[in-house]
T-cell receptor, first 114, second 107 residues
């Protein structure tokens, strides 16, 4: 297990197109998180899963965003009808249910909407 | 809303000088506090946790409940400490991050 993997590393898309990102967490981790980070800001929480159940969604997550974690393994984050304001780094992290050991982050997917 | 505040966006020191990166939290119910670090071109990684009371790479952080602070300290900064540092707290089970402080250690 090489840690949390995210794909793709970079994505450039035209406004109005749909994009999908993938995250493969550490296999032993039950929880999987999605964050968004823009320049000069800390990571902002979007949503998280415990196994296959999506337990919480931030108010930041508009209806254009949807996330899934089928079978409690990898997760996908889809953004429909992208807008320029969606340009950001999308980070995935995973952890055990009890997060005292902290989260392990992936390298992120950088989205640029042109 | 629960907040984690890092008042300094940039902290610049010379090598060998002491460093203190400030962090204040608003949710007093959770004893869990974390510092994460992101070196240039690397992923965000855990630096240390309050619960383990550890010292990592010479850094320590003390929880001050009276001041609701969890400042990160190092007595003698090294050039390799230059990075972005984020303080984080899980008030509802999910980590909330501060805006980050960029530490620049000059030779």
């Amino acid at each position: 297990d090489t840690g949390v993997s995210q794909d793709p590393r970079h994505k450039i898309t035209k406004r109005g197109q749909n994009v999908t990102f993938r995250c493969d967490p550490i296999s032993e981790h039950n929880r999987l998180y999605w964050y968004r980070q823009t320049l000069g800001q800390g990571p902002e929480f979007l949503t998280y899963f415990q196994n296959e159940a999506q337990l919480e969604k931030s108010r930041l997550l508009s209806d254009r965003f949807s996330a899934e974690r089928p079978k409690g393994s990898f997760s996908t984050l889809e953004i429909q009808r992208t807008e320029q304001g969606d340009s950001a780094m999308y980070l995935c992290a995973s952890s055990f249910v009890r997060g005292h050991t902290g989260y392990t982050f992936g390298s992120g997917t950088r989205l640029t909407v042109v | 809303a629960q907040r984690v505040t890092q008042p300094e966006k940039l902290l610049s020191v010379f090598k060998g000088a002491p460093v203190e990166l400030k962090c204040n939290y608003s949710y007093s119910g959770s004893p869990e506090l974390f510092w994460y670090v992101q070196y240039s071109r690397q992923r965000l990684q855990l630096l240390l946790r309050h619960i383990s009371r550890e010292s990592i790479k010479g850094f320590t952080a003390d929880l001050n409940k009276g001041e609701t602070s969890f400042h990160l300290k190092k007595p003698f900064a090294q050039e390799e400490d230059s990075a972005m540092y984020y303080c984080a707290q899980p008030p509802s089970g999910v980590l909330i991050f501060g805006q980050g402080t960029e530490l620049s250690v000059k030779p």
